[in-house]
């Protein structure tokens, strides 16, 4: 027989359980075309936008590559783009739990992050780059990692996970936007700020007194990332980015952000 605690006990499992199902899943809403969305008719992406070139505000307004590429996949599935400003270490997990169809945010595909949700193939390579005050001694990536430096990094980015696990802790200061890491360093609070390369040229351009080192500290691939659990959106954008790639839409719109250099 049955204890009242003993139904108290399963009531909260039970409620538990079902909090912790909603939790994972994506409550996703089925469109026209047969794929499924956190909202009926939208696709909803999430980004960091103070990334520039890839996300930044004009206004109101976010725009850049991300920003292009995913306009442009939105009109071929016939979705609406909604775009959703947030932290970039809270990308994943809102992918996670349902809250965003996708992350685009100069997202670097990694083994790691392949644990928690899919990548769509790449549209763009990235590289970490090194900014140092222009009159620095650290000279190449060798004499950083080698030196007792401290790091400034944007919290979870690829930057970020690479720093620590070369040098620890200690030596890696983290900061929500890349911006911030910048101030950091012009305010002589850090040796260096590693990055990806296009915000690093963004930012040292802004910036008097600032450079980026000759040598890269590590070459990435940019994908969307997406709930595991939606395959076929994953197909779907997919498909439109081999469209976007072979009729040159991607190339224009990276072409337009970035002008050829030389
Ligand atoms: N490419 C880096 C990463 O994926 C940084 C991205 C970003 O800051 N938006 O971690």
Known sequence: MKTLTSKILSAVLTGA????????????????NGLKTVEAGKLTMATNA??????????????????????AVAD??????????????SIIVGV?????????????ITEERLQSVNFTQPYATGIQSVIVPEDSEITDVDTLLAGDYIVGVQTGTTGDIYMTDDIGEARVDRYQKGNDAIVALTSGKVDAVVIDNEPA???????????????AYAEEEYAMCLNKDN??????????????????TID?????????EG
């Open 96 to 108: 996670q739990s349902g809250k965003y169809d996708i992350g685009c945010a100069g997202m670097t």
């Open 201 to 215: 040229k963004a930012f040292v351009a802004a910036n008097e007194g600032l450079k980026i080192l000759d040598t």
């Open 252 to 260: 224009a719109i990276v072409a337009k952000y970035i002008p050829a």
């Open 76 to 89: 071929k599935l016939g979705l609406e783009l909604v775009i959703e400003d947030t932290e970039f270490d």
């Open 231 to 248: 395959e076929e959106l994953l197909n779907a954008i997919n498909q439109a980015l081999d469209e976007l790639k072979k009729d040159g």
């Open 50 to 71: 103070f990334f520039p070139p890839y996300e930044y505000y004009e206004g109101e307004d976010i725009v850049g590559i991300d920003a292009e590429i995913a306009q």
């Open 17 to 32: 359980l079902a909090l912790g199902i909603a939790g994972c899943a994506q409550p996703a809403a089925s469109n026209d």
